[in-house]
């Protein structure tokens, strides 16, 4: 039991060290990302409000209106 506490609270487990590290590096990775997709949203916005058009303007809606279904 001694040793069971005091490996508890001794040191810590490298290969827990090592995935967290290997985590938090995730982390920045996916944040930088976002970052990254967030600033080419906002310049495709621009351009498209740039142009006077807004994505579903360019949508051709021809569709036919759906009728009810008979039951």
């Known amino acids: ?5 005091l490996g508890y609270v001794g040191g810590s487990d490298p290969r827990l ?5 290997r985590l938090q590096q995730r982390v920045q990775d996916l944040e930088s990302e ?17 142009h006077g058009e807004s994505l579903l303007d ?10 009810p279904a008979l039951t």
């Not at 039991?1 to 506490?5: E, F, G, P, T, Y």
């Not at 976002?34 to 740039?50: C, H, M, P, T």
């Open 1 to 5: 039991m001694a040793k069971a506490l």
């Open 17 to 21: 060290l090592a995935e967290m590290r």
């Open 34 to 50: 976002l970052v990254r997709i967030q600033s080419e949203n906002d310049a495709l916005n621009a351009a498209a409000a740039q």
């Open 58 to 67: 360019s949508i051709d809606l021809d569709v036919p209106q759906a009728e």
